[in-house]
């Protein structure tokens, strides 16, 4: 008599197992292939294999009390992403593409965070850095569960959202990042958020290195940086590190490649 068996793991990295079997073959999930234009070259994408990371678009990044303003940095570039992710999220969770929220949460003790990294923050040492109290609103400063650290209510998320914490300007240090994203088994990266320039960009690089397929959308993206750092960044990712886009020719791929299953 052939027992049922049961799934333990996360699809596709998931085996089927009962009493006296255990099936390790991973079937892949089902292809959803799509042609995508980017700066360089047209890419041939399964979207099956694709997830989509949104990084630090925060209140203290991006909110007019957060941290940055605070300090005297202009906001409103980064809240130019806003619209342009609104509209592409619900797109991606509707091809069954994973939103993954990577957003700065350090813990309230800072123990694992070094010197350096804070001086990055509050460089004489007086001003209000990491973990401390913003003036107008008492929140912590990029601390996990704080108003500060919080995603902006502009943004629209989903209880089927992944959410990461990082506690650097690459989302895969001292986090599950990598783990997660394989464990989905995803090799094809869309990256949003801000800085483009700074975190944005460390996470490209790092997932990169990791081996990933790395693609800019760039529209969904945003620095309170020079333009000059935003060239440079769209450059070197063209160049070193991935390919560049935009939300309409994720939309519009998506779109024909709907057609052409169905």
Not at 3 to 22: D, Y
Not at 74 to 99: E, G, S, Y
Not at 140 to 163: H, M, R, Y
Request: aromatic fraction near 8%.
């Amino acid at each position: 008599m052939n027992r049922p068996l049961r799934t333990l793991g996360v699809l596709p990295n998931a085996w089927a197992v009962n009493e006296a079997i255990a099936d390790i073959t991973r079937p892949p999930l089902p292809p959803l292939l799509i042609n995508l234009t980017t700066e360089t070259k047209t890419l041939r994408i399964d979207v099956a294999k694709a997830a989509i990371l949104i990084i630090d678009m925060q209140n203290d990044f991006c909110h007019p009390d957060g941290w940055l303003a605070h300090i005297g940095v202009d906001v409103t570039p980064a809240r130019k992403p806003i619209d342009p992710i609104n509209t592409l999220l619900p797109q991606l969770r509707a091809a069954k593409v994973p939103v993954i929220w990577v957003n700065w949460g350090n813990r309230p003790d800072l123990l694992n965070i070094s010197a350096g990294l804070r001086h990055v923050y509050n460089p004489t040492g007086v001003g209000v850095g990491l973990g401390d109290p913003l003036p107008n609103r008492g929140a912590k400063v990029l601390t996990l569960g704080s108003w500060a650290a919080a995603i902006i209510d502009e943004l629209e998320q989903n209880p089927d959202d992944i959410f990461v914490d990082k506690y650097r300007m690459s989302a895969f240090w001292d986090t599950p990042l990598d783990s997660i994203l394989r464990n989905l088994g995803k090799t094809t990266l869309f990256f949003g958020g801000v800085n483009i320039d700074q975190c944005v960009m460390a996470t490209l690089q790092d997932a990169n290195f990791l081996g990933y397929d790395c693609i800019l959308v760039k529209d969904c993206a945003a620095t309170t940086s020079p333009e000059y750092c935003l060239q440079a960044t769209l450059y070197n990712v063209n160049q070193c590190f991935g390919f560049v886009t935009n939300s309409e020719s994720i939309l519009e791929a998506i779109k024909l490649g709907d057609q052409q299953h169905n």
